[in-house]
């Protein structure tokens, strides 16, 4: 079965840092473009982050410099570490397949909280 | 990376059928075909509905249909049912490897 699992989230204090992970079942993170995408409380989806089979990376510029994306190949298993971390990055940050360019498989998300 | 515009709600009765607009520019929406379209139940992750403007993955019903002129995309849910209430967002390529969505638009079936 095709499954994405995040974890890692957290209450965290402004300014701290946090590592999410999503481990992938069914099929491999290499082989495939995979996302981060965030939903800040009773808003809508942002895109956060993308990481190509290449590994070439990207990022949006509300999170530009402060986080990263990246995949464990041995663990099949995608990263998303947030540094420096603001009140407005407080959001379930959802980990995503993207095939065809759409996102087909999602995980079930993991709450980060930023607050003091 | 603006988000695209989506009206804040739609409503329609059972049977009918409802079309959610979605509107970008000519960086986004108008100069690709990947416009895709994602439904939203309360506390639920988002299940993929329409692909590359037009395309349904499978197990998605047909009543769910895309499509896409210039700068906006729509989407159109026919024979509406109470288990279609749910958010509906948009999402386009945006070139430069980034990717942006809509506000997202609340469907209530009344």
């Known amino acids: 079965e095709v499954q994405l699992v995040e974890s890692g989230g957290g209450l965290i204090q402004p300014g701290g840092s946090l590592r999410l992970s999503c481990a992938a079942s069914?099929?491999?993170?290499?082989?495939?473009?995979m996302s981060w995408v965030r939903q800040a409380p009773g808003k809508g989806l942002e895109w956060v982050s993308v990481?190509?089979?290449?590994?070439?990376?990207d990022h949006a510029d509300s999170v530009k410099g402060r986080f990263t994306i990246s995949r464990d190949n041995s663990k099949n298993t995608l990263y998303l570490q947030m540094n420096s971390l603001r009140v407005e990055d407080t959001a379930v940050y959802y980990c995503?397949?993207?095939?065809?360019?759409?996102?087909?498989?999602w995980g079930q998300g993991t709450t980060v909280s930023v607050s003091s | 990376q603006s988000a695209l515009t989506q009206p804040a709600s739609v409503s329609g009765s059972p049977g009918q059928s409802i079309t959610i607009s979605c509107t970008g520019t000519?960086?986004?929406?108008?100069?690709?075909?990947?416009v895709s379209w994602y439904q939203q139940h309360p506390g639920k992750a988002p299940k993929l509905m329409i692909y590359?403007?037009?395309k349904r993955p499978s197990g998605v019903s047909d009543r769910f249909s895309g499509s896409k002129s210039d700068n906006t995309a729509s989407l159109t849910i026919s024979g509406l049912q109470a288990e279609d209430e749910a958010d509906y967002y948009c999402?386009?390529?945006?070139?430069?490897?980034?990717?942006?969505f809509g506000g997202g638009t609340k469907l209530v079936v009344l």
């Open positions: 995503a397949r993207i095939l065809a360019w759409g996102m087909d498989v």
């Open positions: 069914g099929f491999t993170v290499s082989g495939s473009y």
């Open positions: 990481i190509y089979m290449g590994g070439s990376t």
């Open positions: 000519s960086s986004d929406v108008g100069s690709y075909n990947l």
């Open positions: 590359e403007v037009t």
């Open positions: 999402c386009s390529y945006a070139g430069t490897r980034t990717w942006v």
